[in-house]
């Protein structure tokens, strides 16, 4: 029987763990007797796994768009838990539309959470994880770094950036005790296309309506997010650096053989037959 992942980290940071996929990442780590601070921007939206784990799990107030609060919500959080051993970079959102016809500071606001206050947090974690030699940065980034989204420029980039990130951190972090880990989520059934953020309609390409209309039976039709929970589990019980990829068995094993192994036409006409961008 595998030893639980308490063994091995005591303490976690999990940002946006409210709902979807932090959620779940946040209940697998208190099953498995890992103290947790997960992070939202509002207090209430934690209060149901408050009352589900007292005692063990620790509600964090953070605006990922503010850095400054970041910086606060952080280290007033790493000082109450006596030091993180596990962070799980996980909060984020979408938007939907055409990059040129939605104002730019949409985009800049997306990319300014997703990816420079997400590296931010690494940039806090990795200090005290380096000190103690041991325990693990994640970095959930997305299959959408391999095959983009569509009309969803600035979440494509953010994922894209935090892949590159993490492989930078696996050069750097190799031989002091700290995993860092990639881990690549599919479509996961979180209602995350109903937090996606759409613009007014009204804009010009015809095919925005396919798009969404594709975009939401897949993440419909992903497995649930205690799934991806689970991945991420099997991951840390290995404790080394790497990517881990999860979702329905196309996502996560056809398409990213597909993306190594065959050309670039190719991978393009599918992702076009997949979203009805034909």
Known sequence: MAERLATRYRTALVTGASTGLGRAFATMLLSEGVAVWGTSREAGRLGELGRAHPGAFHPVVMELGD????????????????????????????????FAEVDFSVWREQMNVMLVNT???????????????????????????????????????????????????????AGTGVAVI?????????????AVRRPPAGQGDARLPRVWAAFEKMMHGGPPPAAAAEALRQALQRGKSGTVRCGRFFQAVIAPLLARFGSLPLKRRIQAGYFDLD
């Open 119 to 173: 590296a931010l947090v690494s940039h806090l974690a990795l200090p005290g994880l380096k000190t103690r030699g041991r325990g693990a940065l994640v970095n959930v980034s997305s299959l959408a770094a391999e095959f983009p989204l569509p009309f969803q420029s600035a979440y494509n980039m953010a994922k894209a950036g935090l892949t590159a990130l993490s492989e930078s951190l696996m050069i750097e972090c």
């Open 182 to 194: 990639d881990l690549r989520p599919g479509d996961f059934r979180t209602d995350f296309e109903g």
């Open 67 to 98: 850095a400054d609060a970041v910086g606060r919500g952080f280290r007033e959080a790493e000082q109450a838990a006596g030091g993180f051993d596990l962070v799980v970079n996980n909060a984020g959102y979408g938007v939907f539309g055409t």
